[in-house]
């Protein structure tokens, strides 16, 4: 076929003859609305539609804006344009294009329907609280960012078989070959594998949670996430550690957010001339802050004269702090610190420093002092 001295293969021979004809324009035209008619009622739908539905949901409230729907807003707008895009697309091409045009249209739908899962996936990962309203039951937090990753890669691997099935790829043959290829991979994997399973047993075990102060072996920090392969753990210097999830199954992991207490002890040197009767008045005094400090735990308190020391007289301290934040740890600290020091001075007690004495025999001034004159 030619058209205007020029070859035309036979597979177009539809398009150019469809075009030639006049009609198209008039077509064109009714396509062309039509696009039009379904951009304009996307944004009549956001602006007005949606919105109204959202202040009908949220009316005793004031979290439209956090709202769970908000997250489904896009994909729904860019379906509702998918579908004009594809009414003018069959009203204009010729009827050998609907298949494709059918096709295109499945695919964008699952592609806005997964994103839009996604989405939701994301917005109750981010938003806890809404998950415990939904179950009525407290969800451990480390559970939460593991799970949501399983679900969008469930959600990823289901797209992307309709996707293939829709365009006619024989996914049957395609999960197939993956089982014959499982070992090989497997072995190549191995690291992998083993992380993802420890993971497992990390959210199964729950020796800790996202936000929980610990330490595993040289690593010591805050949890901020674990997933299929590694946990990340925030270390006090604000580095971000990451740590293989196998690495944390095979050693001693130190909780300290699992405490309810926190230990503080030290000991207090004060000089050799403290008269006797002056230090048990001071380790009474400082006992008896203990003993009324409401910050302080009473089951164990140890105030007690321990040794001659080195540079002085040790008295030793052992107690415990109503508190596991560290922030309030080092104010109950101070606290303490303040009134040993009060207690000290109204005593007449001085703490003791490091010092070095040197004692001189008398027949050795005697000669000093002879040569001296």
């Not at 020029?6 to 539809?14: K, M, N, R, S, T």
Request: glycine share 6%.
């Amino acid at each position: 076929m030619e058209v205007g001295g020029i070859y035309i293969p036979e597979p177009l021979h539809a398009v150019v003859a469809f075009i030639t004809d006049y009609s198209y324009l008039s077509k064109l035209a009714v396509s062309v609305f039509i696009f039009f008619v379904f951009w304009g009622f996307q944004n009549l739908f956001t602006n007005y539609i949606f919105a109204f539905i959202l202040r009908l949901i949220h009316r005793n409230n004031d979290t439209q804006e956090h709202s769970f729907l908000n997250t489904v807003r896009v994909p729904i707008r860019n379906l509702i344009v998918l579908v004009g895009i594809y009414l003018a697309l069959q009203n204009f091409l010729p009827d050998t294009f609907n298949s494709v045009l059918n096709n295109i249209l499945r695919t964008g739908s699952i592609i806005l329907f997964s994103s839009a899962i996604n989405a939701l996936i994301g917005y109750y990962s981010e938003n806890q609280d809404r998950i415990h309203q939904i179950f009525n039951h407290e969800i451990d937090k480390i559970l939460i960012p593991f799970f949501s990753k399983v679900m969008r890669f469930v959600v990823l691997a289901l797209a992307f078989v309709a996707i293939a099935s829709t365009w006619g790829y024989d996914v049957n043959g395609f999960i197939a070959g993956l089982g014959l290829g499982g070992l090989a991979f497997a072995l190549a994997a191995k690291d992998l594998i083993a992380n993802i399973f420890s993971g497992i047993i990390i959210i199964t075990d729950k020796p800790f949670s996202i936000g929980d102060w610990i330490k595993a072996s040289d690593v010591e920090g805050t949890v901020e996430d674990i997933n299929f392969r590694s946990t990340k753990i925030r270390a006090f210097d604000a580095a971000l550690v990451t740590v293989p999830n196998s690495n944390l199954v095979n050693t001693s992991i130190i909780n300290f957010t699992k405490r309810n207490l926190r230990r503080i002890t030290f000991q207090l040197n004060v000089r050799y001339d403290t008269p006797s009767y002056k230090l048990e008045a001071c380790i009474a005094g400082i006992e008896n802050i203990l003993r009324t400090h409401p910050e302080i735990d009473q089951k164990m308190i140890f105030v007690k004269f321990d040794s001659f020391g080195k540079n002085g007289l040790e008295i030793f301290l052992y107690f415990f702090a109503k508190t596991i934040v560290w922030e309030k740890y080092l104010n109950i600290k101070q606290d303490i610190n303040l009134r040993i020091m009060e207690v000290l001075e109204k005593e007449g007690v001085f703490v003791a420093l490091p010092s070095t004495s040197v004692y001189v025999e008398p027949s050795m001034t005697d000669n000093i002092a002879e040569k001296a004159l």
